[in-house]
């Protein structure tokens, strides 16, 4: 069984920065596809950002280009997420994810989800 624990959320005002981790357990990161999802209170879970883990292609929600960098450090089997210039639209638990597959941007083809970790960004 695979097991990820996000950690790094907190209260941030808007304009500013957080980074979130994924630790990982039971497998590699490089093993498959990584991702970060995240669900405000009402709405359905929307992804955010992925990273292969054949090429390390990252791929980016339109709402979050150019503001969010997912990364992964094989070596600690973690997974980041580097939040900047945040929103207050970005307020929302965040998910760690991973595939079984090499490439995936579906939450439907992710088989391994974290506790979550609550972001909230203040106006």
């Known amino acids: 069984q695979v097991q990820l624990v996000e950690s790094g959320g907190g209260l941030v005002q808007a304009g500013g920065s957080l980074r979130l981790s994924c630790a990982a357990s039971?497998?590699?990161?490089?093993?498959?596809?990584m991702g970060w999802f995240r669900q405000a209170p009402g709405k359905e879970r929307e992804f955010v950002a992925t990273?292969?883990?054949?090429?390390?292609?990252?791929y980016y929600a339109d709402s979050v280009k150019g503001r969010f960098t997912i990364s992964r450090d094989t070596a600690k089997n973690t997974l980041y997420l580097q939040m900047n210039t945040l929103k207050p639209e970005d307020t929302a638990v965040y998910y760690c994810?991973?595939?079984?597959?090499?490439?995936?941007?579906?939450?439907?083809?992710?088989?391994?989800w974290g506790q979550g970790t609550q972001v909230t960004v203040s106006s």
């Open positions: 990273i292969s883990w054949i090429g390390s292609i990252t």
């Open positions: 039971g497998r590699t990161i490089s093993s498959y596809a």
């Open positions: 994810a991973g595939s079984r597959l090499p490439y995936s941007r579906s939450d439907s083809e992710y088989d391994y």
